[in-house]
């Protein structure tokens, strides 16, 4: 019987229960085997023997991927691969998988909710109205949607997903992406900025939907809040690091940007007296952007489908290291 390892603080978080993993689990003949410690040589000493593990958010380190004997698949419940060290696993041979498509719809609403929640200060009016204020001078100024630009960063599932919504409130739609080409702007009708300066220049709402890598951390520095309208408002349903938290807080107390509507953040959950809450120019979720019941139901199904094929021997669905096809027979 193969071996799952299901660990990762997040994976615990999110799932209260594990009967579904369970029940398709035995029907496959596989065994789930979790791991809570956040220690490494914990991990190690269950990953050895075990044929694949299935995580979010926990750091796969090459260390622990040196001492997997038997892993033929690291999957991610999550869109974001980022914690695992994708080149020890491609040394090693083993297929890493993430579940790209479980939330794409629930993601992209959420940012859209965030850009017209916090442009119309809805978050400042609600505790307003409980105290029966019935002015509206303290919300001053609001602008209207129509023919201002929605700036993305990243064009990917998310980001193309986003484009309709904001054209729907009649936003003109710019986007920043190098890895994407330009038949994906034009079939979208998205103006394509070739430079992340020019895009923040313009942006009115700004939205990021990058993936992290070691050139998108701390992408939005203070240099990029320099950049900006002193009436923009940045989006990140991202990943935290992408902006750099701490230039945040400066541009937004110092009146760089309007506003923020973050669901991620640097560090996960955040402390109490983080700055970042007290500010009354800035939404704060808890990294909920992928939540509905139905991505819910879709990340177990789409996870357990991709698990359970590739152990049968079958071709990864969604592959981040698809080079290891040059070293290892599937069908």
Known sequence: MKKIIFTGFRVFMKFKSFEYFEKRAAEAGLKIV???????????KEVRDASAIVLIA????????????????????????DCVDLNAATAKKIPVCNTPAYCTDEVANHAMTLILTIARKIHLIMPNTRDANWEYVYTKPIYNYKDRTLGIIGLGKIGRA????????????AAYDPYVDDDIFRIKEVD???????LLKEADYITIHAPLTPETFHMIDDSAFEIMKETAV???????VIIDEKALCRALEGGKI??????????EPPAKDSPLLALDNV???PHIAWYSEESFERDMVQGMDELISVLDGHRPRYIVNPEIFGMRNLT
Request: hydrophobic share 40%.
């Open 192 to 198: 394509r900025k070739y430079e992340l300066e020019d």
């Open 162 to 173: 986003i484009v309709q919504k904001a054209k729907g409130f009649g936003m003109r739609v």
């Open 234 to 240: 940045i989006i990140n349903t991202a990943r935290g």
């Open 34 to 44: 979790y791991v809570r410690s956040e220690n490494d040589e914990d991990l190690i």
């Open 258 to 267: 309007a506003g923020a509507g973050i669901d991620v953040l640097e560090k």
């Open 283 to 285: 939404i704060v979720t």
């Open 58 to 81: 926990r750091n796969i380190t090459s260390e622990i991927i040196d001492s997997m004997e038997k892993c033929e698949l690291i999957l991610t419940l999550s869109v974001g691969y």
